[in-house]
């Protein structure tokens, strides 16, 4: 019984839900088990062969489960699919010592990504941003999607700002069509104690990933750097809105708006 129920777990996330509805429709129409050989054919293309024939297989040992409980066991397994999807997927990044021990993802792969994910618009936050090849030449692919690029990065000191290099000057130099946002002139005055440290990029409000890391070559190849990919869910949608929130507020504006 086991088995069949991991089987029709995976069919309800790797399928269409859709698909799904239509296969268990179908599975609802037949008398038993032994009239599932004729369906197949009816399934379309692109089904997992292997796992098609595990169900059978899996169903055939517990012949006394009805087809019209399987056909209910698919339609909620794709239910409980959906939902998950919405609540999010997580995954750890990191960039250091590798043990081996646990799988995680390098910063810089994640990173392009993420930004390679992007069809609408991509939002990136850090307190300072070098020049990175393979970063550079995603956004520079992105730009060609029509991906609108945003930063928001910490002011050079000649700025009010922390940093002695002006990320900004070359961010825009680097990427004309962007829009680059640090603290306003009013913020700087009101936050002559803080910066911009956060950093994050967030594609299309669906895919965001939180780190420690800074958009440099140093974090992305030297330093110890842990962050986190979330993959829908209302975290990404959320941090978009905080962060348009705050530049409609006028806490950040545009380079060279002050």
């Known amino acids: 019984m086991k088995d069949l ?16 509805n239509t296969i268990a429709d179908k599975i609802a129409g037949i008398d038993s088990v032994e ?42 397994a794709s239910i409980t699919a959906i939902e998950n999807e919405k609540r999010g997927k997580t995954e750890i990044v990191w960039t250091g010592p590798f043990t081996g021990k646990v799988p995680v993802r390098h910063t810089e792969q994640v990173l392009c990504e993420v930004i ?32 609108q690029i945003n930063f928001l990065l910490e002011p050079s000191i000649d700025d009010g700002g922390k940093v002695s290099q002006n990320s900004m000057k070359m961010m825009k130099s680097l990427f004309p069509s962007a829009n680059i946002y640090s603290w306003s002139e009013k913020s700087i005055k009101e936050h002559t ?6 950093k994050c990029a967030v594609a299309d409000s669906e895919l965001a990933f939180i780190t420690s890391a800074n958009l440099t070559t140093a974090a992305m190849e030297r330093n110890i750097e842990l962050g986190i990919l979330i993959r829908g869910g209302r975290i990404p949608s959320e941090l978009i809105k905080h962060l348009n ?5 006028k806490v950040f504006e545009k380079f060279g708006v002050f």
């Open 35 to 76: 009239h599932f050989a004729l369906l197949k054919p009816t399934f379309g293309p692109n089904i997992n062969e292997t796992t098609l024939s595990q169900f059978d297989a899996a169903w055939k040992k517990n012949e006394t489960i009805t087809p019209q409980e399987v056909a209910i066991a698919l339609k909620s």
């Open 193 to 198: 104690n803080g910066a911009i440290h956060a």
């Open 245 to 249: 929130s705050l530049i409609n507020a």
């Open 116 to 147: 390679n994910h992007a069809k609408r618009d991509i939002f990136l936050v850090s307190f300072v941003a070098y020049e990175i090849d393979t970063v550079i030449k995603a956004m520079r692919n992105a730009i060609g999607r029509n991906v």
């Open 5 to 20: 129920l991991a089987i029709i777990a995976e069919l309800g996330i790797e399928l269409h839900p859709e698909r799904i």
